[in-house]
């Protein structure tokens, strides 16, 4: 069974450009999270989507967004980036009903300049 | 505003050691208390525990549930190299529509040497 893929692994931007990161998540799972990890913070919990439909969301400012399509692949995008964007985005899915397991991508590495 | 807090921050031990890792929790709504294990990138799903399941073990690792004193342990029995990575403790909000969002807590990094 396929795990959690995330893409791409490894970027680097500048500051004041966009950048789009994309999930697959398990088959069958229907519920898409994503997380920033930085080292002061740790992991922060950005947005839930469910059914292509936005069900929980972080404490993060409006440039970041996401969205789900129909067979349950995610996008999120950060517009207008910030030196403080740089971090280690997880993906994680799950089945969204019934049970509090994620399972998670390995993740993208965004670096901001 | 809701808080996990894991101690310590850090540990490091030698092969064969016993650990205990903590994690409390200050949340409105409990539902889930759950540990991963993140090694390279990708946290791995270790134990979930919840008010009809606060006692879970899978070989040498095991982990405990106190709802009177909002807190889990996770123990690790001798320990091993393959061990050493960062232990996340994570809390899940109930209500049908927030099983994707956790609050993570820290982590603890735990270093096991030979």
């Known amino acids: 069974k396929a795990g959690v893929t995330q893409t791409p692994r490894y970027l680097i931007k500048t500051r004041g450009q966009q950048v789009t990161l994309s999930c697959s998540p398990i088959?069958?799972?229907?519920?898409v999270s994503w997380y920033q990890q930085t080292p002061g913070q740790g992991l922060q919990f950005l947005f839930e989507y469910f059914s292509e439909t936005q069900r929980n969301k972080g404490n993060f400012p409006g440039r970041f967004s996401g969205r789900q399509f129909s067979n349950s692949r995610s996008e999120m995008n950060v517009s207008t980036l910030e030196l403080g964007d740089s971090a280690l985005y997880l993906c994680a899915s799950s089945i969204g009903q019934g049970s509090g397991e994620l399972f998670f991508g390995e993740g993208s590495r965004l670096t901001v300049l | 505003e809701d808080k996990v807090v894991q101690s310590p921050l850090s540990l490091v031990v030698h092969e064969g050691d016993t650990v205990t890792l903590n994690c409390s929790y200050e949340?409105?709504?409990?539902?889930?208390l759950l540990w991963y294990k993140q090694e390279k990138k990708a946290p791995t799903f270790l134990f979930m525990l919840?008010?009809?399941?606060i006692e879970k073990k899978s070989g040498r690792l095991s982990s405990i549930l106190d709802k009177k004193e909002l807190s889990s342990i996770l123990n690790i029995t001798a320990t091993q190299t393959g061990d050493s990575a960062i232990y996340l403790c994570?809390?899940?909000?109930?209500?049908?529509?927030?099983?994707?969002?956790?609050?993570f807590g820290q982590g603890t990094i735990l270093t096991v040497h030979p």
């Open positions: 994570a809390w899940g909000p109930a209500g049908g529509t927030s099983y994707g969002k956790l609050t």
């Open positions: 949340v409105t709504n409990f539902r889930s």
């Open positions: 919840t008010s009809s399941g």
């Open positions: 088959s069958g799972h229907r519920s």
